[in-house]
């Protein structure tokens, strides 16, 4: 089973590209590490203070799934709360 969760990320007070890189990237690196899931930037890259994430997770049970990806959104909030989190949507396949 796949399941993908999408988030839309608000980088408040971001002022170029290269800030808004250095913001997401550690955000991405840890999310990977922690929960051995995948996590990329999907969407919004000219953006500046915005930006779509897409992190995925496979494993034989959907349930499972969905329990890690929503720890992903809590992990996010509770580590960096400066970065709001617009909107979020699980999609599992």
């Known amino acids: 089973m796949l399941t993908l969760l999408t988030i839309k990320l608000y980088l408040n007070g971001c002022a170029s590209l ?4 250095s913001r997401l990237q550690p955000i991405l ?4 590490k922690e929960f051995n899931v995948s996590a ?4 919004l890259q000219d953006v500046w203070q915005s930006a779509w994430v ?6 034989n049970d959907q349930t499972h799934n969905q329990q890690v990806l929503k ?4 992990f ?6 400066d970065e709001q ?3 979020s949507h699980l999609e599992s396949r």
């Open 40 to 43: 990329s930037e999907i969407g």
């Open 54 to 59: 897409g992190i995925a997770c496979v494993s």
């Open 18 to 21: 290269k800030e808004k890189r």
């Open 29 to 32: 690196i840890r999310v990977r």
């Open 71 to 74: 720890n992903v959104v809590e």
């Open 76 to 81: 996010i909030e509770s580590h960096w709360p």
């Open 85 to 87: 989190i617009l909107e």
